[in-house]
């Protein structure tokens, strides 16, 4: 009568060993489904949601810091054509993006509309000089103060969850007016503010930015850790900027066969076509993954990967932007010319660099420990339950169903005996 209870006691504890692993097998899809659901309700443009208050204000501090190439040797490039020998003089900090969007207003197609201002004030403590430091270069009027990047009009995710965020409209407008091409002119993606959730980091993301006048993908580079926030490092895919010899897709980009060297420029953008006509051109500080002989014609460059390339942060699950660091150079074209005196000399066209600027943020440790209170430490224990459940029941009917077959074992040995 023992050995039988004692061997009912074993099975019954397999039993209840397995019905514990089956709950926590049940859990890890009840428990994923709970999670999509939540983090897709929280990811829709509207007011109440997380996605809704990150997006009406940045929730982190902007800076944009400058740093200006002062030219050395301005009297041998005017009177004999010199190279020109230059110095980044910087940076001059502005805090920006600090206010809140405007004239928000949601449409019945399930997309909002807004307007971003663009104000900037000056932040000496982190500055090399005052903001009234002269230096010596070209002449290329840049303003920031009381002006307005849109109006934008993205999709707030209510139906379409991968397509929160998306951009509709810029300026009245589903597509460029710039280049005159059905691809250099699409607008893709989102405003790199955030991206649709669960990220899947084999898929480059896409994102539209009003600065350089275009659309342009980044790719996954590593995963990081951000204030003990598991974010994806995203970095320009090095076919953006690359010549139309290396990548078809950029030749609706190349617009002056002669500036360009017939397209085969590497690493710089002209956007004078959405800058007035002024010859403007756009690319990575220093010339990053530029042609070579963009820094050879301007001595003084130093390009580096760490310092002058663009990323972006973002959280895999709810698809934020957490800290990202956009890193671009204006420059201006000079060259030969009968009509200019001081151009006179110069013996052939220069791409020079103006100024480079770092627009960087990152979510600061109140927000931090909010987004991981509030999302990431419920996604955690609930994964912690799943596994024990499923660990232990495990364990359970394993160590059951080993002892019932040595009980069973010992019980036949004694009958023989």
């Not at 050995?3 to 009840?30: S, W």
């Not at 740093?67 to 110095?87: L, Y």
């Not at 009968?338 to 480079?356: A, G, N, Q, S």
Request: contains cysteine; proline residues 5%; aromatic residues 10%.
């Amino acid at each position: 009568m023992g050995c039988c209870n004692r061997r009912c006691g074993l099975i019954a504890g397999a039993v209840f060993g397995a019905v514990v692993a089956i709950l926590g097998g049940i859990l890890i899809p009840l428990g994923n489904s709970v999670i999509e659901g939540t983090v897709k309700k929280e990811a829709v443009i509207e007011p109440g949601t997380t996605a809704y208050d990150n997006w009406v204000s940045t929730g982190g501090i902007v800076y944009r810091q400058f740093w200006i190439f002062d030219v050395q040797n301005a009297q041998e490039v005017i009177q004999n054509g010199a190279s020109p020998m230059v110095v980044e003089k910087g940076p001059y900090t502005y805090r920006t993006r600090y206010l809140a969007k405007e004239n928000i207003t949601f449409h019945p197609n399930q997309t909002a509309s807004f307007l971003l201002p663009l104000g900037a004030i000056f932040e000496p403590s982190m500055s090399v000089g005052s903001d009234e430091d002269k230096v010596t270069t070209l002449n290329l009027a840049v303003a920031y103060n009381g002006t307005y990047d849109g109006y934008y009009n993205v999709y707030t995710g209510k139906e379409d969850i991968s397509k929160v965020g998306k951009i509709d409209m810029w300026q009245g407008h589903k597509s460029l007016p710039f280049w005159n091409d059905t691809y250099c002119d699409m607008i893709n993606g989102t405003d790199a503010s955030s991206f649709a959730p669960f990220v899947d980091k084999k898929k480059p993301l896409y994102f539209f930015t009003s600065d350089i006048c275009r659309s342009v993908s980044a790719s996954f580079e590593e995963s990081m850790d951000l204030k003990g926030i598991e974010v994806y490092r995203y970095t320009l895919q090095l076919n953006t900027l690359a010549s139309p010899t290396e990548n078809p897709d950029n030749r609706c980009f190349c617009k002056n066969f002669k500036t360009t060297r017939n397209c085969t420029l590497a690493g710089v953008l002209d956007v004078s076509a959405c800058k007035g006509g002024q010859p403007v051109f756009i690319s990575l500080p220093h010339f990053l993954h530029g042609s070579p002989y963009l820094r050879e014609d301007v001595q003084g460059l130093n390009p580096s990967k760490e310092h002058h390339d663009t990323f972006l942060d973002v959280e895999p699950t709810t698809g934020f932007t957490l800290r990202f660091a956009k890193r671009i150079q204006a420059n201006m074209l000079y060259g030969p010319s009968k009509v200019i005196t001081v151009l006179k000399k110069v013996k052939d066209y220069t791409i020079f660099p103006i100024v480079w600027l770092n627009e960087t943020a990152a979510l600061d440790d109140e927000t931090a420990d909010m987004f991981k209170k509030e999302l990431l430490s419920r996604i955690e224990m609930l994964d912690i339950i799943q596994k024990t459940l499923l660990g232990t029941g495990v364990c359970i009917f394993i160590l059951c169903l080993i002892s019932y077959c040595v009980v069973r074992r010992s019980d036949n040995r004694s009958k023989l005996g």
